[in-house]
């Protein structure tokens, strides 16, 4: 499965081409925000910015069903889209032979808002009739499918931290089982202070409030919590030998997706089977665990999440056998996007011959297993097969293993 086309709008860059410039430079993207000091009950005050502008050629009539997550998407599709060749292809685009897989972890925060106060003030008011479409949990999707005037399928995910990623994986799936010749997928959140709140509430967010530069620190013992970030990103996916009879010129390959659940409870995630998810995607691959010679891992710096997250590296790779790194130390946690986000970071990593490390990364943490952490100054490898893991409250666990052509 070829990838023809990239797209990014995150804090690390605006072009997959700026991805690894900026993650040589060791400097994480987190800010204390005097915003997030606004709202009381609040600890954390610290957020990771995109940066997004919105471009002047988005007229009104573009934006009328969009909220900032359908706008991120959409700017990073149009990249996308342009360096795969497909930009203005009606014939490809409206064909039907090429579909939508897009997540995101909710749609427009402030559209919810608007609707929210029709019960907290028993008025109708600030709804239209655009209100519902900007802030429906499909929101990315459906507005990249109008937009471009896709026919073909429509996958949307909403499975929070997975959402990139699963949308990715089913893209590819529905390609590999010959269903279309062509997807446009990943993911994009936009940032609300609820996200924000949501992990605050869990004792997950880091409340390092003084010292942005120093958090979050992905499986270290003095780890503190997630900071929030947010972003798009989007891969053009398309089956290989279609891809070289039009000319395409891929830029990796999905060799290899693997997916399940834990059953087992919402937020407290199992190692176990976190484990059997890379271990489907090595499955599909057909490849054995040795082969893999990166691992961009979810590494969310909370206590039970990397602990999990390490001892499945581990169990799957085996003792300091891979290199692993993750690239929201410098990112922070763009949850639906991350795993869109982190699978063109992880393609431009091998492209370029060079993986980051885990900034903040000062004393791992024996709770997160005896992995290969690649801290310090990042690490010039050549690597033929790496794997990108995401996971997700709810159980949903995600591994795509990308191939360097």
């Not at 995910?157 to 590999?176: M, P, R």
């Not at 169990?315 to 869109?340: D, E, I, M, Q, W």
Request: net charge negative.
């Amino acid at each position: 499965m070829a990838v023809v086309g990239e797209g990014i709008v995150s804090s690390i860059g605006h072009d997959p081409g700026a991805v690894v410039p900026r993650l040589r430079v060791p400097r994480n993207c987190v800010a204390a925000s005097g915003a997030l000091a606004a709202y009381k009950g609040l600890r954390t005050r610290l957020w990771a910015p995109c940066g997004y502008v919105r471009p002047e050629r988005y007229t009104r009539k573009t934006l009328r069903t969009m909220s900032p997550v359908s706008e991120m998407a959409l700017f990073a599709a149009e990249a996308a889209l342009a360096q795969a060749g497909l930009a203005g292809d009606k014939a490809a685009l409206k064909g039907g032979r090429l579909g939508v897989a897009f997540g995101s972890c909710s749609g427009g925060v402030e559209a919810n808002l608007d609707f929210a106060t029709i019960v907290a003030d028993r008025e109708v008011k600030n709804v239209t009739s655009a209100t519902y479409l900007k802030m429906m949990p499909q929101t990315a999707a459906v507005n990249l499918s109008v937009h471009f005037g896709t026919t073909g399928r429509l996958l949307p995910s909403g499975t929070a931290c997975t959402s990139g990623s699963l949308a990715i994986g089913e893209a590819y799936e529905a390609i590999a089982y010959g269903k279309q010749d062509m997807m446009i997928a990943g993911g994009a959140e936009e940032f609300s202070v609820t996200q924000v709140a949501v992990f605050d509430t869990l004792f997950s967010a880091s409340c390092r409030n003084d010292a942005p530069e120093a958090v979050p620190r992905p499986f270290d013992r003095d780890r503190d919590g997630l900071v929030v970030g947010d972003g798009a990103a989007v891969l053009v996916l398309e089956e290989w030998g279609h891809a070289l009879a039009r000319g395409a010129r891929p830029l990796a390959e999905i060799a290899g997706f693997g997916t399940n659940t834990d059953g087992r409870h919402v937020t407290q995630p199992s190692a176990e089977t976190m484990a059997r998810a890379l271990s489907l995607a090595l499955e599909d691959a057909g490849l054995p665990p040795q082969a893999i010679g990166y691992v961009n891992a979810h590494g969310t710096a909370t206590a039970l999440g990397d602990a999990a997250e390490g001892a499945a590296t581990q169990a799957v790779f085996g003792r300091n056998a891979v290199p692993v790194s993750t690239v929201k130390s410098y990112t922070g946690h763009t949850l639906g996007a991350c795993g869109a986000i982190e699978a063109v970071a992880t393609i431009e990593m091998m492209r370029a011959g060079w993986f980051a490390p885990n900034l903040n990364l000062r004393d791992p943490d024996p709770a997160c297993g005896e992995n290969d952490f690649i801290a310090g100054e990042g690490r010039a490898m050549d690597v033929e097969y790496a794997m990108s893991d995401n996971f997700a409250f709810g159980g949903v666990n995600t591994s795509i293993v990308f191939r360097k052509p």
